[in-house]
């Protein structure tokens, strides 16, 4: 595996002067060579002015968050991040690599829950280069790897957790998304450590079942709801009856036998679970009649 190695190129600005002033004067040196007819000097001047040449082909620009990795004769030199004019060997090969922070939305991917219902899910990765050897040589084309990997985990993280769950006991696709999000960008960043990608977030940015079945989910959630809420309700009743009892019986207002408790407890739930308001019958008799 190959690892990123920092290249220290030499400052570019310094060269660059020092190289336009080895031309002109070399230029000088052709004119009075030209004029006073010395051969040498023309020599020595038009190579010169070759050479010089040829160096300030070794003249780069490395922009801020950006990386150029060298190479001479497919071998790899190092990588040069210092940004600003920078020089190195005429000879290297510069590969420009962004390291600025990036994001890749997937496409709405049609798989199976873990309880095999079919949902379709997509996720936003928020991502970037930290390894620039690694993403040049190790991958054919990291760009392309960021997405198939990212894919592929997305996949296998659908048929880890249900859709839904029925209870907070259990981790689901929608009702925890936190947990959900850390799990997806560990799986993502398990794929793309090969290609010296740092995943920096992972999110599911649509999640929904599939359109075959999802008028038949809803009417599922929707009665799972209404039992949720009938549950909550019940339990709510019965602690007010239990209550109204025990109020009834610490300030001794009524002393109630068990029939009569049982006829209230019918009412009190009655009026408190029912959907409808319930209409008040007044009795004019005793409680016995």
Same mark, same amino acid.
């Given at each position: 595996?190959?690892?990123?190695?920092? #290249?220290?190129? /030499?400052?570019? =600005?310094? &060269? /660059?002067?020092?190289?336009?002033?080895?031309?002109?004067?070399?230029?000088?040196?052709?004119?009075?060579?030209?004029?006073?007819?010395?051969?040498? =000097?023309?020599?020595?001047?038009?190579?010169?002015?070759? *050479?010089?040449?040829?160096?300030?082909?070794?003249?780069? *620009?490395?922009?801020?968050?950006?990386?150029?990795?060298?190479?001479?004769?497919g071998h790899y030199v190092g990588? @040069?991040?210092?940004?600003?004019?920078?020089?190195?060997?005429?000879?290297?090969?510069?590969?420009?690599?962004? +390291?600025?922070?990036?994001?890749? $939305?997937?496409?709405? /991917?049609? @798989?199976?829950?873990?309880?095999?219902?079919?949902?379709?899910?997509?996720?936003? @990765?928020?991502?970037?280069?930290?390894?620039?050897?690694?993403?040049?040589?190790?991958?054919?084309?990291?760009?392309?790897?960021?997405?198939?990997?990212?894919?592929?985990?997305?996949?296998?993280?659908?048929?880890?957790?249900?859709?839904?769950?029925?209870?907070?006991?259990?981790?689901?696709?929608? !009702? #925890?998304?936190?947990?959900?999000?850390?799990?997806?960008?560990?799986?993502?960043?398990?794929?793309?450590?090969?290609?010296?990608?740092?995943?920096?977030?992972?999110?599911?940015?649509?999640?929904?079942?599939?359109?075959?079945?999802?008028?038949?989910?809803? +009417?599922? +959630?929707?009665? !799972?709801?209404?039992?949720?809420?009938? +549950?909550?309700?019940?339990?709510?009743?019965?602690? &007010?009856?239990?209550?109204?009892?025990?109020?009834?019986?610490?300030?001794?207002?009524?002393?109630?036998?068990?029939?009569?408790?049982?006829?209230?407890?019918?009412?009190?739930?009655?009026? =408190?679970?029912? $959907?409808?308001?319930?209409?008040?019958?007044?009795?004019?008799?005793?409680?016995?009649?």
């Amino acid at each position: 595996m190959i690892r990123e190695r920092v #290249h220290a190129a /030499l400052p570019g =600005l310094p &060269m /660059l002067l020092v190289l336009l002033a080895v031309d002109l004067s070399s230029v000088y040196g052709i004119v009075v060579s030209a004029r006073d007819d010395v051969p040498g =000097l023309l020599l020595g001047s038009v190579l010169a002015i070759v *050479v010089a040449s040829v160096l300030l082909a070794g003249l780069f *620009v490395v922009n801020p968050n950006e990386a150029k990795v060298l190479q001479l004769f497919g071998h790899y030199v190092g990588s @040069v991040k210092q940004p600003g004019l920078r020089w190195a060997n005429p000879f290297y090969t510069k590969k420009r690599i962004s +390291q600025r922070v990036r994001n890749f $939305e997937s496409s709405h /991917l049609k @798989v199976n829950d873990n309880e095999g219902n079919p949902i379709e899910i997509a996720a936003v @990765v928020v991502w970037k280069v930290v390894d620039t050897a690694e993403a040049v040589f190790e991958v054919d084309d990291y760009n392309n790897y960021v997405k198939v990997q990212t894919e592929a985990a997305l996949r296998n993280l659908a048929t880890s957790y249900p859709y839904d769950a029925h209870d907070d006991a259990h981790i689901s696709l929608r !009702g #925890h998304t936190g947990a959900v999000a850390e799990h997806l960008k560990t799986e993502i960043q398990d794929r793309l450590t090969r290609a010296g990608v740092e995943v920096m977030e992972a999110r599911i940015s649509h999640l929904a079942y599939a359109p075959e079945i999802a008028h038949a989910m809803l +009417q599922r +959630q929707q009665a !799972g709801a209404i039992i949720a809420a009938r +549950q909550r309700i019940v339990e709510g009743a019965v602690g &007010m009856v239990e209550m109204a009892l025990e109020l009834l019986s610490r300030r001794d207002i009524v002393t109630l036998d068990n029939e009569r408790k049982a006829a209230m407890v019918s009412n009190l739930l009655v009026v =408190l679970c029912g $959907e409808r308001s319930t209409q008040p019958v007044i009795n004019t008799g005793t409680i016995y009649q």
